[in-house]
Structure formats: C-alpha cells, structure tokens
C-alpha cells in the first residue's frame, strides 16, 4: 500500500507557475513570463522562445546582456521549488520590445524573442533507464556543441 502511495505523489501534474527562466545575469525574479512555442513556416519547422523581464527601481535591464546571450535554460520546479526537469537551449536572438505609455499604468516590461537552435532535455524522472539515456543524450549534444564553437 506504500508504494502506491508513493507511486500517486510521483504523477502530481507540473504548474504554470512554478519554474525558473536563467537568462544570463538577470535576476531569476525579474521574469514575468515566458512562452516556447513551436511553428512551421515555408514547410521548416523553427522553435520560438518569448519572454519578459520586469524593470524595478534598483534593476534596469540591459537589453545588451540579454541580446548576446546563447544559452537559456528553463526549469520546472516541484511543490518545495527543486528542479525536477526542464530545457537547456541554444538560442539566438531576434527581437526586442519596450513599450512607454503615459496612458498605461502597468509595469515596465522589456519583451524578447529568441529562435531556439537546440533544445535538449535536462533530466527526468521516468525510471531509472530512461533517465540514463536522456542524460546520456544530453551529453553527447552538449560535445556537439562544443565542437561547433
């Protein structure tokens, strides 16, 4: 009967809300948002990877530390906030936007689009044998990547 219930915590559904965006040197708590998505345009299949970032009064952010960046990762969190899966991506950058408005009482948002050249899985807790392979999946992707650098 343990096991059982142990086998039923395990299936707890990920949330929206509970998930970290790494995006170079900004504060992890500046993201309000983010979106991958997926599309097919002139028959090539391309990954999109949106997001925004808050702007306070002690954190401007410096659309140069985001622009340059190549590497994104995006974390699911557990109901304690461990890491439990999520993304490593390669990216390259596409757009940026900032809207001021006097009309618009809202937050100051910064808004980015990145185009995600690879997306590799960071781990998972399927079974003991399926974890090894996606690890070892992502560690020959992350050598491949070397040698293209």
């Known amino acids: 009967m343990a096991e059982k219930i142990s086998e039923f915590k395990l299936q707890e559904p990920l949330r929206t809300n509970r998930w970290l965006l790494k995006v170079g040197k900004v504060p992890a708590w500046l993201v309000r948002s983010t979106n991958l998505e997926t599309f097919v345009e002139k028959g090539k299949t391309y990954t999109k990877l949106n997001f925004s970032l808050l702007n306070t009064v002690d954190y401007t952010i410096v659309p140069d530390d985001v622009i340059q ?9 557990d109901p304690v906030g461990h890491v439990i899966n999520g993304y490593d991506m ?5 757009k940026m ?3 001021c408005d006097y009309s618009d009482d809202g937050l100051l948002t ?3 689009v990145f185009y995600v050249k690879n997306l590799n899985q960071l781990h998972t807790n399927v079974g003991e044998e399926s974890e090894k392979e996606i690890v070892e999946k992502y560690k020959n992707n992350k050598k491949k990547e070397e040698v293209r650098i």
């Open 110 to 112: 910064h808004e980015f």
């Open 90 to 94: 390669n990216v390259e950058f596409e």
């Open 97 to 99: 936007s900032l809207k």
């Open 69 to 77: 960046l190549r590497k994104i990762k995006l974390e699911f969190l």
